[in-house]
């Protein structure tokens, strides 16, 4: 299925947020809740793409079933007009090719395919890996290099080699090597996506496309417009939303898991983000109150 946000120079869209999976209080994947979050950061949060089934998803603990209800869940009520990217990535590359062709017959419009996380593969085992999930299906694959939690990172020299494959289009960055990066997309096709809320503007300073965000759940507006305003010139309008979102980002991104910030965070703005599911546990009240503050101070209105 054709991208309906994609261009030749953003193949996934530009504003996409790797989204929660809500859960019952019992641990149940909530589906009517999967849809309604799924059309509040399209029509309320501009995201033009989606990750489905990504960490943020808590797609560790997801059965294959689930993950295939919750892609086509999204997939009828937002993939008409967002780009739909479902993670595919596991340890196992099999299991990863079966992943992405599950997605592929859901009707996903990409792939996001993950480092192989603990196996700690050599570079060689890498690009067998990644290929072998992108020779699976006909859908464009975008890789995501996260060393900090996959322990192995994609090197330049891999990358290169991936960059062949005329189904391996994008990198999803959470490595915060900017200056590999700027490497590898001055000497491939490849396109580059900040995945670390952290670094969205300095990505988009080397050349990134957009970025893959988790607050995008919440400022996704902000977001977007900090984007259009680099793309457009304007540096220094840029770079002062870059600045008065840095407590919601602080706020949601190193207190603790981004999951479980950013569904409390839904919930202060009267968006029932739902549960997480264990390991996971749910934000204390100690850090719903710290979220609470540093929300407002970026500019955020709250439910009471």
Not at 67 to 81: F, H, N, Q, S, T
Not at 141 to 167: C, K, N, Q
Request: one cysteine or more; a negative charge; hydrophobic letters at 40%.
């Amino acid at each position: 299925m054709a991208s309906p946000t994609g261009t030749s120079d953003a193949p996934f869209g530009r504003a996409l947020t790797a989204m929660v999976t809500p859960f019952t209080s019992d641990g149940a994947v909530d589906y009517e809740g999967v849809q309604r979050i799924a059309a509040y950061l399209v029509d309320d949060q501009r995201n033009d793409g989606l990750i489905v089934s990504g960490t943020t998803g808590e797609s560790p603990t997801t059965s294959d079933e689930e993950k295939d209800r919750i892609l086509r869940a999204v997939v009828e009520a937002v993939g008409d007009r967002a780009t739909i990217v479902a993670g595919a990535g596991t340890n196992d590359t099999r299991h990863s090719v079966e992943l992405a062709r599950a997605a592929e017959r859901a009707g996903a419009h990409g792939l996001l395919v993950v480092t192989p996380y603990y196996s700690r593969p050599p570079q060689e085992g890498l690009v067998r890996h990644f290929t072998a999930v992108a020779d699976a299906t006909g859908l464009p694959v975008m890789l995501y290099d996260i060393p900090g939690r996959a322990a192995t990172p994609i090197t330049t020299e891999s990358l290169f080699r991936l960059a062949e494959h005329p189904r391996i289009t994008a990198v999803k960055d959470a490595k915060g090597d900017l200056f590999a990066g700027s490497q590898v997309m001055a000497g491939t096709d490849l396109v580059f996506y900040s995945g670390d809320d952290l670094l969205n503007l300095p990505w988009l300073s080397v050349g990134a496309v957009g970025y893959v965000s988790v607050v995008g759940h919440v400022v996704g507006p902000d977001l977007v417009a900090m984007c259009d305003m680099y793309r457009t010139g304007d540096v220094a309008g840029a770079l002062e939303t870059h600045r008065r979102l840095l407590p919601v980002v602080s706020a949601i991104m190193t207190r603790t898991q981004g999951a479980i910030m950013v569904k409390a965070a839904l919930t202060l703005l009267g968006q029932d983000g739902g549960h997480v599911r264990p390991p996971l546990v749910d934000a204390t009240r100690e850090q719903i109150a710290a979220l609470r503050e540093d929300l407002i101070t970026g500019g955020l209105k709250l439910v009471d």
